[in-house]
T-cell receptor, first 116, second 117 residues
Framework: AQTVTQSQPEMSVQEAETVTLSCTYDTSESNYYLFWYKQPPSRQMILVIRQEAYKQQNATENRFSVNFQKAAKSFSLKISDSQLGDTAMYFCAFMKQNFGNEKLTFGTGTRLTIIP | NAGVMQNPRHLVRRRGQEARLRCSPMKGHSHVYWYRQLPEEGLKFMVYLQKENIIDESGMPKERFSAEFPKEGPSILRIQQVVRGDSAAYFC???????????????FGPGTRLTVL
């Protein structure tokens, strides 16, 4: 079974600064996907970024980028030029690659607050 | 293109009643997943369905919970004889169901918040 660990329950940062959220995972699979989802106060789950494990290049989406260290089983999210709208819970998630589809395994989340 | 739809958004039930939660996947999506989020916790997988088939129900409680995804209409998560511990947010996600091991991102609905009195 897979496990996902987010060791930072809460973080806060000043607007426009950069913040990094950490995530580690444990798996015996060699092919898988990793995701970061954002859950703002509205409670909607919004996909932020995803990474295929077979790709060495780190994924980026505008101000969001990841540092994927496969050997260390680490998958951190960096938010640059943070904005007030980034205030949310952030969940790291793991999905095994399979012929068909697989469930997501989530971490417990990091509550990020952007301070004006 | 409309996203994943869930209704109702809020549902209040008394202990012993039944709760029915509905999920309409994104257009063209044939795979549906249900997750439960207890207060101050992450999402936990419950069940994965394709049209008329339950593929993986390893996260479903053995009793009182059932799910279906009929050929026509939304997916339904049904909770019989609800108890206070069932109070949670229930999220539905859908995906395209690409074959061949391709990545298949799950897109989430807004959730149904169930409160059991």
């Amino acid at each position: 079974a897979q496990t996902v660990t987010q060791s930072q329950p809460e973080m806060s940062v000043q607007e426009a600064e950069t913040v990094t959220l950490s995530c580690t995972y444990d798996t015996s699979e060699s092919n898988y996907y990793l995701f970061w989802y954002k859950q703002p106060p509205s409670r909607q789950m919004i996909l932020v970024i995803r990474q295929e494990a077979y790709k060495q290049q780190n994924a980026t989406e505008n101000r969001f980028s990841v540092n994927f260290q496969k050997a260390a089983k680490s998958f951190s999210l960096k938010i640059s030029d943070s904005q007030l709208g980034d205030t949310a819970m952030y969940f790291c998630a793991f999905m095994k690659q399979n012929f068909g589809n697989e469930k997501l395994t989530f971490g417990t989340g990091t509550r990020l607050t952007i301070i004006p | 293109n409309a996203g994943v739809m869930q209704n109702p958004r809020h549902l209040v039930r008394r202990r012993g009643q039944e709760a029915r939660l509905r999920c309409s996947p994104m257009k063209g999506h044939s795979h549906v997943y249900w997750y439960r989020q207890l207060p101050e916790e992450g999402l936990k997988f419950m069940v994965y369905l394709q049209k008329e088939n339950i593929i993986d129900e390893s996260g479903m409680p053995k009793e009182r919970f059932s799910a279906e995804f009929p050929k026509e209409g939304p997916s339904i998560l049904r909770i019989q004889q609800v108890v206070r511990g069932d109070s949670a947010a229930y999220f539905c996600a859908s995906s395209l169901g690409l074959a061949g091991g391709s990545t298949d991102t799950q897109y989430f609905g807004p959730g149904t918040r169930l409160t059991v009195l």
